[in-house]
């Protein structure tokens, strides 16, 4: 009947489709990083509880390297103090000259040999402290990352955490496009009904919502309401034969009692009447009784609600 200028709607449409989208994206990559994650973590736990192993071994070889050290370093130093004695010793002698300046020139190279070998071990020495404190220094390293490898439960939950926040994001996104797309149709006015439409509505107007558009009278679905006497309602019951004369288009019509209201028409009334003075009036009283018109009768549509028409009902 109306349709209301789409545009804006329309683009409110494509705007939730592409949030939408947005929204499914990250989800989905959210959910593939769940088991990258949950994989990852694992391999870097194995992998420095692996490198711990053997940051121990390495201490476990470098200390045992830095006792041998020390332990040539000791052998060293006591071989080059007996040298030196015996190089002085041999000084004395080849002094007075009981020895041959041979066997001192022996004992002196050995001396000076002994001296070097002392040196050379000393440096070994320090080049085993230096391992020794490398090898505790990589421990260190692997168990530091061997304990951040551990919270790969927690990683693995927080990454699941944001997967499921993005899945819930995704369904709020759905949601508003359905109320996008719900509000788009809204621009598209059906008729709830087949009748005749009654406009009150200009290309162009600016309408408000809640504001009354058009009026569709459903023609193919009216009925009589007939206000009969109360004393007429003794002997009037459902599906009795009726016939009825139209003022409007001087046509009788056929039909059969529907149902009969269960109280008067001044009950209904929006101020129902009240004897509060104490003084009674005996009034006859009107209820409304429903008549159905029998199919085909209005085929025309010649019937509008509201004319008025007189009524015969037939109790035999």
Known sequence: MVEIDPKD??????????????????AQSLHIDVPITATNTSSQLQSTAADVEKGRAGII?????????????????ANDVKAQ?????????VDKEEISRQVYDAALAAARASTAT??????????????VEQARSVLASAQASNRAA????????????????AQAVVQQKQAALEQAELNLRYTKIIAPVTGQVTKTVVVGMNVQPGQQLLTVVPLEEVWITANFKETQLRFM????????YVDSNRRTYKGHVDSISGATGPL???????????????????????????????????LRPGVNVVPRVYLR
Request: aromatic share 6%; proline share 4%.
């Open 9 to 26: 709607y329309q683009v409110a449409v494509d705007q939730a489709r592409a949030d939408l989208g947005n929204a499914v994206a990250t």
């Open 61 to 77: 070889a470098a200390e045992k390297q830095f006792a041998a050290a020390s332990a040539q370093v000791e052998e060293a130093q």
């Open 85 to 93: 004695h015996d190089a002085a010793r041999y000084k004395m002698l």
């Open 118 to 131: 002392v040196t050379r071990a000393v440096a070994n020495l320090e080049a085993a402290q230096q391992a």
């Open 150 to 165: 551990q919270t790969a439960p927690s990683q693995v939950a927080a990454t699941r955490a944001r997967a499921l926040s």
């Open 237 to 244: 019951r459902p599906g009795q034969f009726v016939q009825f």
């Open 268 to 302: 209904f009334s929006l101020f129902p009447p009240e004897n509060a003075t104490g003084n009674y009036v005996k009034i006859v009283q009107r209820v409304p009784v429903k008549i159905v018109i029998e199919e085909g009768q209005n085929s025309d549509l010649q």
